[in-house]
Each structure stands twice: as C-alpha cells, then as structure tokens.
T-cell receptor
C-alpha cells in the first residue's frame, strides 16, 4: 500500500515552462514533506522541504504548495531548464517519532526540452 | 555525494550467495538508513539505526540484516541472495532532529 502517491509518472516540458508534480499522502502523523532530485547514477539529493504549518515555500525557481486539509502537496518548477531534467521524488516523514524515516512517492521523470 | 561512502558500486551475485554492503559517513550524524530503489516503486526503507548500537526494521526488512558497527558505519547483509533482491541500494544518514537525509551514490546489485 502506497502511503505517498505521486503523479505524473513522467513529464515533458518545454524550456521556460512550468513543471508541476503532485503528491498525496494518507498518514496524518506526517509532519515533514521534502522533495528529492535524482540524476542518473546518483543518489537522491534534497531539493526543498516544507512543514505543515505553512502553505507555500519558495526557493529560487522551486516552490512547494501544501494543502493540509486535502493531504496534498506539489512541486512547481518555474522557468524549467534542460538541467532540471531528472527524476523527482516527493517524500513524507514523522519527525516526532525520532529520526527521519522517509516514505517516498514512486517518482516523476522530468524531461525539459529545448 | 556529501560525506558518505558506499561500497561496492556494482555487484553481481548468484542466487544463494551472501554479501555485505558497506556504508560509512564522516559527518558524525546519529541516524543512518538503508533504502532500496526499484523501478516504479520509489525508494523503500529496509532498516534504520537511530543511534550507535540500535537498529530497527523499516518497510521491507525480509532477507536482510544490518550492523551498526560504530557511529560512522552501517552495513547491510544479504545472507542468501534472491533474484527479488536485484535493486539499487542506497545508504543515507542524518541528524535525529535535522530534516535533511544525505544519500550515498548507491550500489547496483544484480542477483542471477
């Protein structure tokens, strides 16, 4: 059973466009929602993260939108660039339980075309 | 990848063979994790260690054992490899109260 559902599975966006990836979660104990970026042959790396006490967080071209009542969060990549082509994973965890055991979504393969 | 060394990078095993994947971090963080990544399934937690001397099961622990040798090292052992364990394995670490988990470059394991 997938506790964090991610869509779409793959996404093609034109350079300069907006990439949007969506995630939904079930466990209301989750209180930390990061997005990880992974390039081929590399491990995932933290891109941006949000806590449920805010509805939006922006870092450069990357924005997380968070809807606590709907149990959904999304990643927006503005002015998408070819260098953004990678696999993106949403994740969730409960920090109050100690440690940071992440539950990941299934990933979105993003391709940004010229 | 920041502060973590995973070995080996690639490995081919025959069914029934055993092996140990090694992970070492130099950031002096308490928590360490082993994940496996399979196509279409994201990353799934196998085992984790909140601190030296403690380990606990994650989502998919069957067929694996772990050892937290010291604060730096966390190893994953496959006692009798099965084709279903063909995967890419990632070690990760982080502070207990820190929100970022740092991942290694992964070990690509094929069991034939």
């Amino acid at each position: 059973q997938q506790q964090v559902k991610q869509s779409p599975q793959s996404l093609i966006v034109q350079k300069g466009g907006i990439s949007i990836i969506n995630c939904a979660y079930e466990n209301t104990a989750f209180d930390y929602f990061p997005w990880y970026q992974q390039f081929p042959g590399k491990g995932p790396a933290l891109l941006i993260a949000i806590r449920p006490d805010v509805s939006e967080k922006k870092e450069g071209r990357f924005t997380i939108s968070f809807n606590k009542s709907a149990k959904q969060f999304s990643l927006h990549i503005m002015d998408s660039q070819p260098g953004d082509s990678a696999t993106y994973f949403c994740a969730a965890s409960s920090l109050t339980g100690g440690g940071n055991k992440l539950t990941f979504g299934t990933g979105t393969q993003l391709k940004v075309e010229l | 990848n920041a502060g973590v060394t995973q070995t080996p990078k690639f490995q081919v095993l025959k069914t029934g063979q055993s092996m140990t994947l090694q992970c070492a971090q130099d950031m002096n963080h308490n928590s360490m994790y082993w994940y496996r990544q399979d196509p279409g399934m994201g990353l799934r937690l196998i085992y984790y260690s909140a601190s030296e001397g403690t380990t606990d099961k994650g989502e998919v622990p069957n067929g694996y054992n772990v050892s937290r040798l010291n604060k730096r090292e966390f190893s994953l052992r496959l006692e009798s490899a099965a084709p279903s364990q063909t995967s890419v394995y990632f070690c990760a670490f982080g502070q207990e109260m820190n929100t970022e988990a740092f991942f290694g470059q992964g070990t690509r394991l094929t069991v034939v």
